[in-house]
């Protein structure tokens, strides 16, 4: 049966996540497994109305195929909130929206990496990057990611000894970890980059997602010709719409627009207009200062349970933003061992083995916080901190 197959497809490794999340929907289960935005907080009234109003004012227009690159309204939004928000530059005309940013990962793939080429991944790393480039059947050459950053040594190493294709990282509150770069390793990490042929594939799904702390300077603004943006409205609006973008150089830009059309011709046109709508009919700030409000109260609730119930010896992270947090068990004890024993005692995380490309049995965990009510997340996290206790001792 095999032989039906690619061997693009064959390669990419099996998700194993998708097996946890199953044993996770049962009901009286206390999951912190899941890696979705808080669904109480979309704006559902205001989404009827905007496409309401889009189908009396624009009809057929906005039913009928649009361009590839996308909606032009839309880019030059995107574009403008750069300049309000982060004091960035950027042509709308280097601004392709895509079906979720997660599409942003594959068109990059389709359009820069040949067959054995390095790619460079922050470890822990996002799944779904993981997923997408390996269709691409690159070599990857994980890079560890501390509490403050990018491995500076191993960045170096790896870039004196490989050709780095790209290197791709979610320098904001990153999934899974929760993690940031810290000001002063994102100048390291650009001072290493600065010159090469690297592309820095800059995965920022998150960054909107602030509790607290400075807003620190992406790497775009820092090494703008060697860097690939990506943004999503998934986090900060609804992910159903699936309308992502990328921000690339000018000497990227047509190839990737080809990919795109190659893919699916352009996203959404109507979820396009919908989004721009609403955005027009509606003040996002207020809406994402909401959710920031509500996720930065659910980690409180989080970290503060952890550091009443977790033996010492854990580490963790506590994320300035974002929707997860991470934690280390001592060396040596397998994260999915204590994960069997936490699905018999009804509460779930992911155990850390799929973030990395080639490591099992892991000694971290993913804890997601934007789903869970405080007072749940305070039981459940006395459960797990009852469990790991057991466990290690
Ligand atoms: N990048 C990261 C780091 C993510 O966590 C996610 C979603 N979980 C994505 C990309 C994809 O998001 P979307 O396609 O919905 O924009």
Known sequence: MDHIFSDRIS?????????ILKTTVNEDVISFAGGLPNRDLFPIQEIKKASIKVLDEFGGDALQYSTSEGYSELRKWISERY????????????????????????????????????????EPGYLGAIQAFSLYRPNFLPIPLHFDGLDLE?????????????????????????????DE???????????????????????????RGEKRRSYYSRIPEQTILLGSFSKIFAPSLRIGWMVAPNRLMEK???????????????????????LTDNNLDLHITKIRAKYSKQKDAMVAAISKYFPKEI?????????????????GISSRAVFDLAIEKKVA????????????????????????DEETIEIGIRRLGKIISDFIT
């Open 11 to 19: 390669d990419v490794p099996k998700s194993f996540l998708r097996e």
């Open 83 to 122: 300049a309000s928000k982060m004091g960035l530059t950027v042509n709308p005309d280097n601004i392709l929206i895509t079906t979720g940013s997660q599409q942003g990962l594959d068109l990059i793939g389709k359009t820069l990496i040949n067959e054995s080429e390095s790619v460079a991944i922050e």
């Open 154 to 182: 191993a960045l170096r190493f790896a870039s004196e000894r490989y050709a780095i294709k790209l290197i791709y990282a979610v320098p904001n509150f990153q999934n899974p970890s929760g993690l940031s770069h810290s």
């Open 185 to 211: 390793n994102r100048d390291e990490v650009a001072r290493i980059l600065s010159g090469s042929q690297t592309i820095f594939v800059e995965d920022d799904p998150y960054g909107e997602l602030q509790f």
């Open 256 to 278: 990737l627009i080809i990919a795109k059309q190659a893919s699916d011709l352009h996203t959404n046109y109507f979820g396009q207009r919908i989004l721009f709508q609403y």
């Open 315 to 331: 580490r963790y992270s506590d994320p300035d933003g974002g929707m997860f947090l991470w934690a280390i068990l001592p060396e």
């Open 349 to 372: 995380f992911v155990p850390g083995d799929p973030f990395y490309v080639n490591r099992t049995n892991a000694n971290t965990m993913r804890l997601n916080f934007s789903c869970v």
